[in-house]
Protein backbone atom coordinates (compact mmCIF):
# COMPACT_ATOMS: atom_id res chain seq x y z
CA UNK A 1 0.00 0.00 0.00
CA UNK A 2 2.66 2.42 0.87
CA UNK A 3 4.35 2.05 -2.66
CA UNK A 4 1.17 2.11 -4.25
CA UNK A 5 0.41 5.35 -2.31
CA UNK A 6 3.32 6.91 -3.10
CA UNK A 7 3.82 5.99 -6.70
CA UNK A 8 0.12 7.40 -7.64
CA UNK A 9 1.95 10.74 -5.58
CA UNK A 10 4.73 11.01 -7.49
CA UNK A 11 2.59 10.26 -11.22
CA UNK A 12 0.85 13.50 -9.92
CA UNK A 13 3.53 15.49 -9.15
CA UNK A 14 4.67 14.79 -12.67
CA UNK A 15 1.54 16.05 -13.82
CA UNK A 16 1.13 19.06 -12.28
CA UNK A 17 4.62 20.34 -13.16
CA UNK A 18 4.27 19.26 -17.07
CA UNK A 19 0.37 19.17 -17.31
CA UNK A 20 0.85 15.40 -18.97
CA UNK A 21 -1.86 13.13 -18.36
CA UNK A 22 -2.15 10.54 -15.68
CA UNK A 23 -1.53 7.94 -18.60
CA UNK A 24 1.34 9.38 -19.94
CA UNK A 25 2.65 10.69 -16.80
CA UNK A 26 2.47 7.65 -15.12
CA UNK A 27 4.12 5.89 -18.38
CA UNK A 28 7.18 8.20 -17.94
CA UNK A 29 7.14 7.58 -14.61
CA UNK A 30 7.52 3.53 -14.76
CA UNK A 31 10.19 4.07 -17.86
CA UNK A 32 12.73 6.32 -16.22
CA UNK A 33 15.39 4.39 -14.24
CA UNK A 34 15.02 1.59 -12.17
CA UNK A 35 11.25 0.44 -12.60
CA UNK A 36 9.21 0.16 -9.38
CA UNK A 37 8.98 -3.48 -8.15
CA UNK A 38 7.42 -5.12 -5.71
CA UNK A 39 8.55 -8.93 -4.04
CA UNK A 40 5.41 -10.27 -2.68
CA UNK A 41 5.27 -13.98 -0.83
CA UNK A 42 2.15 -16.01 -2.28
CA UNK A 43 2.85 -19.78 -2.92
CA UNK A 44 6.65 -18.68 -3.74
CA UNK A 45 8.46 -15.13 -4.27
CA UNK A 46 8.14 -12.95 -7.36
CA UNK A 47 9.23 -9.21 -8.58
CA UNK A 48 5.95 -7.73 -10.15
CA UNK A 49 6.26 -4.59 -13.29
CA UNK A 50 3.55 -2.23 -13.31
CA UNK A 51 2.75 -1.59 -17.04
CA UNK A 52 1.01 0.05 -19.57
CA UNK A 53 0.49 -2.70 -22.83
CA UNK A 54 -1.01 -5.91 -21.16
CA UNK A 55 1.17 -8.61 -23.43
CA UNK A 56 4.11 -6.32 -23.39
CA UNK A 57 3.89 -6.04 -19.62
CA UNK A 58 3.40 -9.41 -19.03
CA UNK A 59 5.97 -11.21 -20.88
CA UNK A 60 8.58 -8.26 -19.63
CA UNK A 61 7.31 -9.96 -15.73
CA UNK A 62 7.87 -13.69 -17.49
CA UNK A 63 11.25 -12.47 -18.67
CA UNK A 64 12.43 -11.09 -15.21
CA UNK A 65 11.49 -13.71 -13.02
CA UNK A 66 13.31 -15.76 -15.47
CA UNK A 67 16.86 -14.36 -14.64
CA UNK A 68 16.61 -12.99 -18.61
CA UNK A 69 18.31 -10.12 -18.65
CA UNK A 70 19.26 -7.18 -20.84
CA UNK A 71 22.62 -7.17 -22.42
CA UNK A 72 22.69 -3.27 -22.95
CA UNK A 73 21.82 -2.82 -18.75
CA UNK A 74 22.66 -5.90 -16.76
CA UNK A 75 18.97 -5.65 -15.70
CA UNK A 76 15.41 -7.00 -16.64
CA UNK A 77 14.26 -5.43 -19.99
CA UNK A 78 11.94 -2.34 -19.80
CA UNK A 79 8.49 -2.55 -20.96
CA UNK A 80 9.31 -0.12 -24.47
CA UNK A 81 12.05 -2.72 -25.35
CA UNK A 82 9.64 -5.96 -24.72
CA UNK A 83 7.29 -4.05 -26.70
CA UNK A 84 9.58 -3.13 -29.13
CA UNK A 85 11.22 -6.42 -29.97
CA UNK A 86 7.45 -8.36 -29.67
CA UNK A 87 6.91 -6.27 -33.00
CA UNK A 88 5.86 -2.59 -31.59
CA UNK A 89 3.16 -1.25 -33.19
CA UNK A 90 0.18 -2.14 -35.51
CA UNK A 91 -3.12 -1.05 -36.91
CA UNK A 92 -6.77 -2.11 -37.07
CA UNK A 93 -9.99 -0.74 -36.70
CA UNK A 94 -13.79 -2.25 -37.06
CA UNK A 95 -17.36 -0.88 -36.44
CA UNK A 96 -19.72 -3.33 -35.81
CA UNK A 97 -23.82 -2.84 -36.34
CA UNK A 98 -26.76 -5.30 -34.28
CA UNK A 99 -29.74 -3.48 -36.56
CA UNK A 100 -32.22 -5.68 -34.19
CA UNK A 101 -30.91 -3.86 -30.99
CA UNK A 102 -30.01 -0.30 -33.06
CA UNK A 103 -26.76 -0.84 -31.33
CA UNK A 104 -23.13 0.36 -32.87
CA UNK A 105 -19.49 0.07 -31.36
CA UNK A 106 -16.28 0.98 -32.46
CA UNK A 107 -12.95 -0.43 -31.64
CA UNK A 108 -9.44 0.92 -33.03
CA UNK A 109 -6.10 -0.89 -32.41
CA UNK A 110 -2.59 0.05 -32.30
CA UNK A 111 -0.48 -2.68 -31.16
CA UNK A 112 1.36 -5.48 -33.70
CA UNK A 113 -0.55 -8.73 -34.31
CA UNK A 114 -2.96 -6.74 -31.75
CA UNK A 115 -5.49 -9.91 -32.69
CA UNK A 116 -3.43 -12.82 -31.79
CA UNK A 117 -1.95 -12.61 -28.47
CA UNK A 118 -0.34 -16.50 -29.10
CA UNK A 119 1.27 -15.13 -32.34
CA UNK A 120 2.73 -12.52 -30.84
CA UNK A 121 4.39 -14.08 -27.92
CA UNK A 122 5.65 -16.87 -30.21
CA UNK A 123 7.49 -14.36 -32.50
CA UNK A 124 8.86 -12.50 -29.07
CA UNK A 125 10.03 -15.84 -27.19
CA UNK A 126 11.89 -16.65 -30.00
CA UNK A 127 13.44 -12.81 -30.46
CA UNK A 128 14.41 -13.24 -27.13
CA UNK A 129 15.94 -16.38 -27.13
CA UNK A 130 13.55 -18.59 -24.75
CA UNK A 131 11.01 -21.20 -25.93
CA UNK A 132 7.51 -20.75 -24.77
CA UNK A 133 6.05 -23.91 -22.67
CA UNK A 134 1.84 -23.33 -23.71
CA UNK A 135 -0.61 -25.55 -21.75
CA UNK A 136 -4.80 -25.70 -22.81
CA UNK A 137 -6.77 -27.81 -21.42
CA UNK A 138 -10.51 -28.55 -21.58
CA UNK A 139 -11.67 -29.49 -17.94
CA UNK A 140 -11.11 -27.05 -14.96
CA UNK A 141 -9.68 -29.48 -13.15
CA UNK A 142 -6.89 -30.14 -15.58
CA UNK A 143 -6.54 -26.67 -16.04
CA UNK A 144 -5.65 -26.08 -12.52
CA UNK A 145 -3.38 -28.78 -12.39
CA UNK A 146 -1.65 -27.32 -15.38
CA UNK A 147 -1.41 -23.27 -14.08
CA UNK A 148 -0.30 -25.02 -10.43
CA UNK A 149 2.53 -27.13 -11.84
CA UNK A 150 3.69 -24.16 -13.93
CA UNK A 151 3.78 -21.88 -11.35
CA UNK A 152 6.51 -24.33 -9.50
CA UNK A 153 8.98 -22.48 -12.08
CA UNK A 154 7.75 -19.29 -11.59
CA UNK A 155 5.23 -16.61 -13.17
CA UNK A 156 2.76 -17.83 -15.84
CA UNK A 157 0.45 -15.75 -18.30
CA UNK A 158 -2.97 -16.39 -18.44
CA UNK A 159 -5.79 -15.91 -21.21
CA UNK A 160 -8.84 -14.78 -19.68
CA UNK A 161 -11.89 -13.16 -20.20
CA UNK A 162 -11.83 -9.32 -18.45
CA UNK A 163 -15.41 -8.94 -18.24
CA UNK A 164 -15.55 -11.93 -16.18
CA UNK A 165 -12.72 -10.76 -13.87
CA UNK A 166 -14.74 -8.51 -10.84
CA UNK A 167 -11.79 -5.62 -10.61
CA UNK A 168 -12.71 -4.36 -14.09
CA UNK A 169 -16.03 -3.49 -13.06
CA UNK A 170 -17.56 -3.95 -16.08
CA UNK A 171 -21.71 -4.81 -17.50
CA UNK A 172 -22.50 -8.56 -17.00
CA UNK A 173 -23.40 -8.05 -21.33
CA UNK A 174 -19.83 -7.61 -22.08
CA UNK A 175 -18.95 -11.05 -20.86
CA UNK A 176 -17.47 -13.40 -23.70
CA UNK A 177 -16.61 -10.12 -25.68
CA UNK A 178 -12.79 -10.95 -25.72
CA UNK A 179 -9.89 -12.13 -24.08
CA UNK A 180 -7.11 -10.30 -22.29
CA UNK A 181 -3.66 -11.96 -20.75
CA UNK A 182 -2.55 -11.45 -17.37
CA UNK A 183 0.19 -12.73 -15.35
CA UNK A 184 -0.62 -15.13 -12.16
CA UNK A 185 1.91 -15.13 -9.67
CA UNK A 186 0.77 -18.11 -7.52
CA UNK A 187 -1.69 -19.42 -5.16
CA UNK A 188 -2.31 -17.64 -1.80
CA UNK A 189 -5.24 -19.59 0.48
CA UNK A 190 -8.58 -19.61 -1.58
CA UNK A 191 -6.96 -16.50 -3.79
CA UNK A 192 -4.88 -16.10 -6.97
CA UNK A 193 -2.74 -13.54 -6.82
CA UNK A 194 -2.09 -12.05 -10.59
CA UNK A 195 -0.29 -9.66 -12.12
CA UNK A 196 -2.25 -7.20 -14.63
CA UNK A 197 -0.52 -3.46 -15.58
CA UNK A 198 -1.63 -2.20 -11.77
CA UNK A 199 0.88 -0.61 -9.45
CA UNK A 200 0.29 -3.46 -7.56
CA UNK A 201 -0.50 -7.13 -7.95
CA UNK A 202 -4.29 -8.09 -7.44
CA UNK A 203 -5.80 -11.17 -5.40
CA UNK A 204 -8.42 -12.28 -7.06
CA UNK A 205 -10.44 -15.63 -5.65
CA UNK A 206 -9.42 -18.76 -7.19
CA UNK A 207 -13.49 -19.53 -8.45
CA UNK A 208 -13.44 -16.09 -10.04
CA UNK A 209 -9.94 -16.48 -12.30
CA UNK A 210 -11.05 -19.79 -12.91
CA UNK A 211 -14.25 -18.38 -14.19
CA UNK A 212 -12.05 -16.07 -16.36
CA UNK A 213 -10.14 -18.90 -17.75
CA UNK A 214 -12.89 -20.90 -19.07
CA UNK A 215 -15.37 -17.74 -20.34
CA UNK A 216 -13.67 -17.82 -23.98
CA UNK A 217 -14.06 -21.02 -25.82
CA UNK A 218 -10.94 -20.48 -28.30
CA UNK A 219 -8.40 -19.58 -25.53
CA UNK A 220 -9.97 -21.91 -22.85
CA UNK A 221 -7.55 -22.09 -20.41
CA UNK A 222 -4.73 -21.52 -22.19
CA UNK A 223 -1.51 -20.61 -20.37
CA UNK A 224 1.94 -19.24 -21.67
CA UNK A 225 5.48 -19.75 -19.43
CA UNK A 226 8.92 -20.01 -20.07
CA UNK A 227 11.71 -21.68 -17.74
CA UNK A 228 15.25 -20.16 -17.73
CA UNK A 229 16.77 -17.46 -19.59
CA UNK A 230 17.56 -19.38 -22.67
CA UNK A 231 20.36 -19.13 -25.01
CA UNK A 232 22.31 -15.72 -25.18
CA UNK A 233 20.06 -12.74 -26.80
CA UNK A 234 21.88 -11.16 -29.97
CA UNK A 235 20.39 -7.75 -29.18
CA UNK A 236 20.59 -6.26 -32.63
CA UNK A 237 19.14 -8.69 -34.26
CA UNK A 238 16.63 -9.10 -31.82
CA UNK A 239 15.57 -5.48 -32.50
CA UNK A 240 16.09 -5.82 -35.81
CA UNK A 241 13.55 -8.25 -36.06
CA UNK A 242 11.23 -6.86 -33.77
CA UNK A 243 11.28 -3.90 -36.38
CA UNK A 244 10.93 -5.75 -39.50
CA UNK A 245 7.91 -7.35 -37.89
CA UNK A 246 6.51 -4.16 -36.98
CA UNK A 247 7.24 -2.45 -40.24
CA UNK A 248 5.74 -5.22 -42.88
CA UNK A 249 2.63 -5.82 -40.15
CA UNK A 250 1.72 -2.54 -40.84
CA UNK A 251 0.93 -3.19 -44.46
CA UNK A 252 0.68 -6.65 -44.94
CA UNK A 253 -2.43 -8.39 -43.47
CA UNK A 254 -4.86 -11.08 -43.96
CA UNK A 255 -7.40 -8.11 -44.54
CA UNK A 256 -7.26 -4.35 -44.68
CA UNK A 257 -8.76 -3.84 -41.37
CA UNK A 258 -5.69 -5.40 -40.22
CA UNK A 259 -2.88 -2.99 -41.75
CA UNK A 260 -2.70 0.68 -41.84
CA UNK A 261 -5.37 1.08 -44.51
CA UNK A 262 -7.57 0.20 -41.55
CA UNK A 263 -6.98 3.91 -40.06
CA UNK A 264 -7.56 6.04 -44.18
CA UNK A 265 -11.23 3.57 -44.32
CA UNK A 266 -12.00 4.84 -40.74
CA UNK A 267 -11.09 8.13 -41.64
CA UNK A 268 -12.69 8.52 -44.63
CA UNK A 269 -16.12 6.63 -43.32
CA UNK A 270 -15.70 9.71 -40.21
CA UNK A 271 -18.12 12.46 -42.21
CA UNK A 272 -19.70 12.51 -45.75
CA UNK A 273 -19.39 8.83 -46.89
CA UNK A 274 -21.71 7.06 -48.37
CA UNK A 275 -20.56 3.75 -47.49
CA UNK A 276 -23.20 1.39 -45.67
CA UNK A 277 -20.08 1.65 -42.49
CA UNK A 278 -20.09 5.60 -42.62
CA UNK A 279 -20.72 6.86 -39.30
CA UNK A 280 -23.28 8.71 -40.38
CA UNK A 281 -25.21 5.63 -40.70
CA UNK A 282 -23.84 3.63 -38.25
CA UNK A 283 -23.50 6.01 -35.49
CA UNK A 284 -26.30 9.02 -35.80
CA UNK A 285 -26.98 11.51 -32.81
CA UNK A 286 -28.01 9.61 -30.09
CA UNK A 287 -26.36 6.60 -28.15
CA UNK A 288 -24.76 4.92 -30.75
CA UNK A 289 -22.85 8.40 -31.81
CA UNK A 290 -21.89 9.17 -27.56
CA UNK A 291 -20.72 5.55 -27.53
CA UNK A 292 -18.84 5.52 -31.07
CA UNK A 293 -16.97 8.93 -29.45
CA UNK A 294 -16.13 7.58 -25.97
CA UNK A 295 -14.83 4.54 -27.85
CA UNK A 296 -12.24 6.60 -29.92
CA UNK A 297 -11.29 8.56 -26.56
CA UNK A 298 -10.92 4.94 -24.76
CA UNK A 299 -9.11 2.83 -27.26
CA UNK A 300 -6.61 5.52 -28.28
CA UNK A 301 -5.53 6.77 -24.52
CA UNK A 302 -6.37 4.22 -22.44
CA UNK A 303 -7.43 0.50 -23.36
CA UNK A 304 -3.71 -0.89 -22.47
CA UNK A 305 -2.59 1.29 -24.65
CA UNK A 306 -0.11 3.41 -22.30
CA UNK A 307 -1.53 6.53 -24.41
CA UNK A 308 -1.62 7.78 -27.58
CA UNK A 309 -2.33 4.46 -29.54
CA UNK A 310 1.02 2.94 -28.14
CA UNK A 311 2.99 5.32 -30.28
CA UNK A 312 4.64 6.83 -27.38
CA UNK A 313 5.91 3.78 -26.63
CA UNK A 314 6.96 3.23 -29.34
CA UNK A 315 9.29 6.26 -29.54
CA UNK A 316 10.45 5.17 -25.83
CA UNK A 317 11.45 1.81 -27.92
CA UNK A 318 13.20 3.29 -30.90
CA UNK A 319 15.23 5.71 -28.51
CA UNK A 320 16.40 3.07 -26.37
CA UNK A 321 16.72 1.14 -28.95
CA UNK A 322 19.67 3.96 -30.31
CA UNK A 323 21.41 4.22 -27.84
CA UNK A 324 22.17 0.39 -27.17
CA UNK A 325 23.38 0.25 -30.61
CA UNK A 326 24.52 3.85 -31.91
CA UNK A 327 22.57 4.33 -34.68
CA UNK A 328 21.09 7.60 -35.02
CA UNK A 329 18.23 6.88 -37.09
CA UNK A 330 16.42 5.10 -34.77
CA UNK A 331 16.20 8.18 -32.57
CA UNK A 332 15.32 10.46 -34.99
CA UNK A 333 12.06 8.02 -35.90
CA UNK A 334 11.53 7.45 -32.35
CA UNK A 335 10.94 11.52 -31.75
CA UNK A 336 8.61 11.28 -34.63
CA UNK A 337 5.88 8.41 -33.24
CA UNK A 338 6.17 10.53 -29.93
CA UNK A 339 5.02 13.13 -31.92
CA UNK A 340 2.62 10.84 -33.78
CA UNK A 341 1.59 9.52 -30.45
CA UNK A 342 0.47 13.39 -29.14
CA UNK A 343 -1.53 14.13 -32.16
CA UNK A 344 -3.03 10.54 -31.73
CA UNK A 345 -4.06 11.99 -28.18
CA UNK A 346 -4.98 15.02 -29.58
CA UNK A 347 -7.62 13.28 -31.87
CA UNK A 348 -8.88 11.06 -28.71
CA UNK A 349 -9.70 14.43 -26.86
CA UNK A 350 -10.79 15.79 -29.67
CA UNK A 351 -13.86 13.23 -29.84
CA UNK A 352 -15.26 14.31 -26.41
CA UNK A 353 -14.53 18.12 -26.58
CA UNK A 354 -14.14 20.52 -23.54
CA UNK A 355 -16.73 23.06 -24.61
CA UNK A 356 -19.68 20.53 -24.78
CA UNK A 357 -20.75 19.48 -21.00
CA UNK A 358 -21.56 15.52 -21.53
CA UNK A 359 -19.00 14.86 -23.68
CA UNK A 360 -16.76 16.53 -21.41
CA UNK A 361 -18.16 14.51 -18.95
CA UNK A 362 -17.84 11.41 -20.33
CA UNK A 363 -14.15 12.26 -20.91
CA UNK A 364 -13.89 12.51 -17.43
CA UNK A 365 -15.22 9.70 -16.48
CA UNK A 366 -12.78 7.20 -18.84
CA UNK A 367 -10.00 8.76 -17.33
CA UNK A 368 -11.29 8.10 -14.19
CA UNK A 369 -12.48 4.22 -14.69
CA UNK A 370 -8.19 4.15 -16.16
CA UNK A 371 -6.73 5.83 -13.13
CA UNK A 372 -8.85 4.02 -10.67
CA UNK A 373 -7.63 0.34 -11.91
CA UNK A 374 -3.82 1.48 -12.40
CA UNK A 375 -3.43 2.65 -9.46
CA UNK A 376 -6.35 1.80 -6.78
CA UNK A 377 -6.35 -1.46 -7.81
CA UNK A 378 -9.28 -3.35 -5.97
CA UNK A 379 -9.55 -0.31 -3.32
CA UNK A 380 -10.93 1.29 -6.25
CA UNK A 381 -13.73 -1.33 -6.99
CA UNK A 382 -16.67 0.12 -5.78
CA UNK A 383 -16.13 3.76 -7.54
CA UNK A 384 -15.02 2.15 -10.74
CA UNK A 385 -18.26 0.40 -10.96
CA UNK A 386 -20.09 3.64 -10.28
CA UNK A 387 -18.36 5.15 -13.32
CA UNK A 388 -19.06 2.24 -15.66
CA UNK A 389 -22.50 2.25 -15.08
CA UNK A 390 -22.59 5.88 -15.51
CA UNK A 391 -20.37 5.41 -19.20
CA UNK A 392 -22.70 2.29 -20.23
CA UNK A 393 -26.09 3.41 -18.70
CA UNK A 394 -29.08 4.36 -21.71
CA UNK A 395 -29.43 7.44 -22.37
CA UNK A 396 -33.12 8.07 -23.31
CA UNK A 397 -33.87 10.81 -25.67
CA UNK A 398 -36.85 12.04 -24.07
CA UNK A 399 -35.00 12.83 -19.94
CA UNK A 400 -31.34 13.09 -21.16
CA UNK A 401 -30.82 14.46 -25.45
CA UNK A 402 -27.89 14.29 -27.08
CA UNK A 403 -25.85 17.43 -26.83
CA UNK A 404 -25.67 18.53 -30.13
CA UNK A 405 -27.83 18.71 -32.98
CA UNK A 406 -27.40 16.99 -36.25
CA UNK A 407 -25.61 19.44 -38.17
CA UNK A 408 -23.28 19.85 -34.51
CA UNK A 409 -22.41 16.28 -35.09
CA UNK A 410 -21.61 16.51 -38.55
CA UNK A 411 -19.19 19.11 -37.51
CA UNK A 412 -17.59 17.51 -35.26
CA UNK A 413 -16.98 14.28 -37.34
CA UNK A 414 -15.95 16.74 -39.75
CA UNK A 415 -12.76 17.89 -37.42
CA UNK A 416 -12.28 14.62 -36.90
CA UNK A 417 -11.88 13.64 -40.13
CA UNK A 418 -9.95 15.69 -40.84
CA UNK A 419 -7.26 15.20 -38.08
CA UNK A 420 -7.31 10.91 -38.79
CA UNK A 421 -6.48 11.68 -42.94
CA UNK A 422 -3.32 13.73 -41.12
CA UNK A 423 -2.56 10.81 -38.95
CA UNK A 424 -2.81 8.73 -41.99
CA UNK A 425 -0.47 10.50 -43.90
CA UNK A 426 2.15 10.71 -41.22
CA UNK A 427 1.56 7.06 -40.57
CA UNK A 428 2.31 5.81 -43.52
CA UNK A 429 5.38 8.03 -44.07
CA UNK A 430 6.42 6.68 -40.71
CA UNK A 431 6.07 3.19 -41.57
CA UNK A 432 8.12 3.69 -45.08
CA UNK A 433 11.12 5.23 -43.04
CA UNK A 434 10.97 2.16 -40.31
CA UNK A 435 10.98 -0.34 -43.65
CA UNK A 436 14.43 1.83 -44.38
CA UNK A 437 16.19 0.63 -41.05
CA UNK A 438 15.94 -2.93 -41.18
CA UNK A 439 16.17 -3.24 -45.73
Not at 70 to 88: C, D, L, V, Y
Not at 109 to 129: E, I, M, N, T, V
Amino acid sequence: MTHQKHLKDVIRARMARTGESYVTARRQILNSGDPPSTEVAGASKFQHFPGNVPIAAALRIVLANAGVKAPHTGRPFSEPMTFGIGGGIGAGAFAFHYQKENWSSFFIAGRHLWQDDLAWLKGACDRFGVAPLIRESSSPVAAEKAMNELLTEGPTIAWVDKATLPYYGMPAWCSGGGYHVLVVYGVKGSSVVVGDLTDQPIDVPIGDLRAARARIKKQKNRLLSISGPGRAIDLKSAIRDGLKACAQGLVKGRMRNFTLDAFRDWAERLHGSKSKDSWDALFPPGPNLRRGLCSINEFIDHWGTGGGLMRPLMGEFLDEASAALGDARMKSLGERYAGLGREWSALAEAALPEEVPALREARGLVKRKSELFLSDGPEGDEERRAVCQRLDAPRPAKTEPFPLSDKEAGDLRRRLKAMALSLCESEERAQKDLLRLVE
